[in-house]
């Protein structure tokens, strides 16, 4: 398969708004790049993404490997893949050297279309419409199979291309042959926004368990035998990073469990502190390890295996009695996440007021009927703030003037196209930053430019803030309508893609009636 076949598909993906047309095309070109061998580099790169990963090569090397572009495509889609594999193992002394000849041969045989695909797939700008969802339904069309087998094997596996490969392999029975296993993350289990309290209680029932929702990093741990691993909610394993956790999971009484939780770092009266804090320890919000590192401590919700059994389909109330039964010594029952089964109303907001009082974020109401359904944001898990907030990514920067001349202040946001375009600008907001936020932001945004000119950077949306908000209002200045109310920022959310963002439909919902 040449690599221009995928280029094609790629741009008729762009080229239509409608879901099922996109999954059509990418379905197409699936079935095409299985028949040469090829349907997991194919799968990965038109989800945006090279198969290995980040490959180490930024935007300033591959400007250096611009060359001519090639009058006839010739590229395989084998030929970039081994590429892309040298590239991600190319380290060490004359790296650099190597990295720039494996670019420039790559560049060189590839045509006008190809260079541009290639740059914005290996940059990481490959944003064509054809988001999880959308490739999930086209590996459906393309092996037929039906879309929730699929989705359950993904969940379960954590990769795409895999998927892809398992289901134009083996159908149905391959796919839902595909299990829990230990020692192999599953996709999260995610929580909807609550209107309030009480909303979520009447929309659950009286079945239902209330508990805290921490200011912390998600965490899943796995466990098999004496190895314990653990991995974020974006399945980036932090293993080495977090030793007291790996301690405290390997004291459990267990063979082997995969438990779903959250950590953050507490102060000395046990108050959470900043969400930077627990993030340093995992190396991804670009600042440096402290000497003295913060200890985490976990909190666990969810149980998802245990000594053999596994216990994803089972109800909630099932689960939690096996982590109540797990955690119940003196010495591990810190490690439970604090909630009330079957509360009344009044005991429901009294965990709410514990859970503000303590310094978390809210409640998360869940239904004790609801199995775990990885990887799926529904109704039977609500969380509760006391303010509204959305996850939304940064768009560019204003350079600020006055105390803030000389820094990059007033920070564009956009919510996610649920179609799978760009992302809608729905605002802006200098609140909520501190002379420490805005010396990073400085010191970070330039990395992630599209362009500069002397008033903004305009960024590559890739950065994920939380802000906090009173609302929305329509709006005839933004594409969308829609216009956030006093936004300000909370913080980023380095655990988070822009995958991951709040939709112009949920900033669309806060709209007064």
């Given at each position: 398969m040449l690599l221009a076949e995928v280029v094609t598909t790629s741009a008729a993906v762009a080229a239509t708004r409608s879901r099922k047309e996109k999954a059509a095309a990418i379905a197409a070109l699936l079935r095409a790049a299985h028949a040469d061998g090829v349907v997991e580099p194919a799968a990965s790169w038109l989800s945006g993404e090279a198969r290995q990963g980040r490959i180490g090569t930024g935007w300033r090397t591959l400007q250096a490997a611009a060359t001519e572009p090639?009058?006839?495509?010739?590229?395989?889609?084998?030929?970039?893949?081994?590429?892309?594999?040298?590239?991600?193992?190319?380290?060490?002394?004359?790296?650099?050297?190597?990295?720039?000849?494996?670019?420039?041969?790559?560049?060189?045989?590839?045509?006008?279309?190809?260079?541009?695909?290639?740059?914005?797939?290996?940059?990481?700008?490959?944003?064509?419409?054809?988001?999880?969802?959308?490739?999930?339904?086209?590996?459906?069309?393309?092996?037929?199979?039906?879309?929730?087998?699929?989705?359950?094997?993904?969940?379960?596996?954590?990769?795409?291309?895999?998927?892809?490969?398992?289901?134009?392999?083996?159908?149905?029975?391959?796919?839902?042959?595909?299990?829990?296993?230990?020692?192999?993350?599953?996709?999260?289990?995610?929580?909807?926004?609550?209107?309030?309290?009480?909303?979520?209680?009447?929309?659950?029932?009286?079945?239902?368990?209330?508990?805290?929702?921490?200011?912390?990093?998600?965490?899943?741990?796995?466990?098999?035998?004496?190895?314990?691993?653990?991995?974020?909610?974006?399945?980036?394993?932090?293993?080495?990073?977090?030793?007291?956790?790996?301690?405290?999971?390997?004291?459990?009484?267990?063979?082997?469990a995969v438990l779903d939780g959250e950590t953050l770092a507490l102060d000395d009266d046990g108050r959470p502190r900043a969400f930077q804090d627990t993030m340093s320890r995992f190396g991804s919000d670009g600042s440096e390890a402290d000497d003295a590192p913060r200890l985490l401590s976990p909190f666990f919700f969810d149980l998802l295996h245990l000594d053999g059994a596994d216990l994803l389909d089972a109800p909630l109330e099932q689960r939690l009695d096996a982590l109540a039964g797990l955690l119940a010594a003196d010495a591990h029952a810190h490690l439970r996440m604090p909630g009330v089964r079957r509360p009344d109303p009044e005991q429901a907001a009294q965990v709410l007021d514990d859970a503000l009082t303590a310094g978390h974020e809210g409640v998360v109401v869940k239904s004790l009927a609801a199995p775990y359904a990885a990887g799926r944001r529904g109704k039977t898990w609500q969380k509760v703030k006391p303010v509204h907030t959305l996850d939304l990514v940064v768009l560019g920067a204003e350079w600020g003037y006055g105390r803030r001349t000389g820094r990059l202040s007033n920070i564009h946001l956009g919510a996610r196209d649920p179609d799978g375009g760009e992302p809608i600008m729905v605002g802006k907001t200098f609140k909520g930053m501190t002379d420490e936020l805005l010396a990073w932001q400085t010191a970070t945004f330039p990395g992630y430019a599209r362009e500069q000119d002397g008033h903004a950077v305009l960024m590559r949306p890739e950065l994920v803030v939380e802000i906090a908000l009173d609302g929305a209002q329509r709006s005839v200045r933004y594409p969308g309508g829609v216009a956030l109310r006093f936004a300000r920022v909370l913080r980023y959310r380095p655990d988070k893609t822009a995958a991951e963002a709040d939709t112009i439909d949920a900033v669309r919902a806060l709209l007064a009636p």
């Open positions: 090639a009058a006839e495509p010739t590229l395989t889609v084998a030929e970039v893949d081994a590429t892309f594999t040298e590239l991600a193992g190319t380290a060490g002394a004359g790296s650099a050297r190597r990295r720039k000849e494996l670019l420039a041969a790559l560049f060189g045989a590839a045509t006008e279309p190809e260079q541009a695909f290639l740059a914005r797939l290996v940059g990481g700008e490959l944003r064509h419409g054809a988001l999880e969802g959308v490739m999930l339904d086209a590996i459906a069309v393309a092996a037929d199979v039906p879309p929730a087998s699929v989705r359950r094997a993904f969940m379960l596996s954590g990769r795409l291309p895999e998927t892809a490969a398992t289901a134009l392999t083996g159908g149905i029975a391959a796919l839902d042959a595909v299990t829990l296993q230990v020692g192999v993350p599953v996709r999260p289990m995610l929580a909807a926004p609550g209107d309030s309290l009480d909303a979520a209680l009447d929309s659950l029932g009286a079945e239902v368990t209330v508990e805290f929702k921490l200011d912390g990093a998600r965490i899943q741990v796995h466990r098999d035998g004496d190895e314990v691993r653990v991995w974020t909610r974006s399945l980036r394993e932090i293993t080495a990073a977090v030793p007291e956790l790996v301690e405290q999971v390997r004291a459990l009484p267990c063979r082997t």
